[in-house]
């Protein structure tokens, strides 16, 4: 066969690479490698089928994974909402143990039954005479003055403890208001601290007997609730000191129960 | 890209494989089916110019490596040829790297006709050239020097547009564009001195 010499330029390779070339012996050298296939140049093509079902069959896991994610994400929540009910109640339990260690009961004193926001207050209404505060103070006063100083120095000591305690035990807001005997006093309450303040020199003056409890005021608004309360020695000092640190200045207090609160959540 | 795989040797058009494409990352044995069909004797020629006898084991290896991967394939029936022939071209380069084997490089035309369908004639270059073999006319093409080998095969065997084989090579598009046109000039004076 006589063939033609062949001058490849630029556009005529890139025809022959096209497949628009000319009849050329290039040409037919090209037409002859890129031939239709033969059957045994796919002979492979069962493997293949069964590699592509397979990695089908096998895609199937790749689809699961956003589910276990899933799970995976509602279980760190459900760890975190655990996680946050323990700190809760670590909080809290704090607070309240460590409220308990500051009014640690002396020796031969009963239990305290109540965290300090539970004891009574004097209320406004009630009249001194009838409703007196029942502060159990120590047993040994001198005379009603230096009681009275003895009694405000005790106060002044604990008062911080007081407050934090009842700071700790503050009810939410927007509960229902308790009963007269029994309402907590609110150390943020303004108009409630200023009756408190007047009726401060009436605690101060009005001594009271030994056998009232401190939770539970003597006189007969208080008797109704003074039976599962006990008496306690610190308690008088934990009574005594809303009176007194009304009294005296609120923001120490408040620094006090601001500084206070953060070593009860670092103990727990 | 030229229209239509190859419109000269009766190939599907490539509507028809974007068609077999999709359906095959949807996950439909037909289109992979097709695809393969397309494809593979495209892919055995070139990689038995790079590897010669272990050409069969590549593209093996190769439509492995496209099944499980399919699914994850996103691009048009360029970039997936282009794609197929980068795995095809790496699994080919392992295995020469691995047994220590360079590229196969046929010295005597006659000894791929012995491989390659039975010759019509003692001469293999004429066997290539009057489209009798295939194979004699792959071995012609890959005693050319490497790149200029596997620049003609992937632009005109396996039907890559320029970009897309310098993609495949790692060169530019122009690099490829001189490479096939060195290698088509070296085919013609090697024909032409076969005819003398």
Redesign the interface.
Known sequence: MRRRPTRLNGATAEALLDGHAPNTPVTWLLAAAAAPGRAEEIAGEAAARAAFAGARTTKEPFVRPPQARRSLASRLIAAKAVALVLLAAGATGGVALAATAQFAPAPGSAERPAPASAAPLPLPAAPPSTSPTTLALPPTPASSSASSASASSASSSMSSAATSSAASAEPPAGSSEPPASSRPKTPSSAPRQAVQRNALPRVSTTWQAPSCTATVPCGPSATRDSAPAPAAVPLPAEAAAPTTSTTTTDPQPTEQRSAANPTHHGEH | M?SGV??????EADTGLETALGA?RA?E?WG??AL??DL???L??YATALVGAEA?DV??ET??HV??D??RFDGDLDGFRGWVSTICRNRATDAARVRARRPHVVGDIGDMGAVA?PPASSDTA?D???????R???A??ASLPQREAEA??L???V?LDTNTTGAVLGTSAGAV?IA??RG??R??RM??EH?A
């Open positions: 030229r190859d419109t000269r040797h009766g190939y095959a996950g044995e992979f089916v393969y069909r593979q004797p495209r055995l020629r069969e593209t093996a439509w492995l099944a499980r399919l699914h369908e004429d290539a050239l009057t489209g009798l073999s295939s004699a006319a792959i012609l093409i003609v095969l632009r005109a065997v039907g564009r096939a046109h088509l000039k085919l013609a024909l032409a005819d």
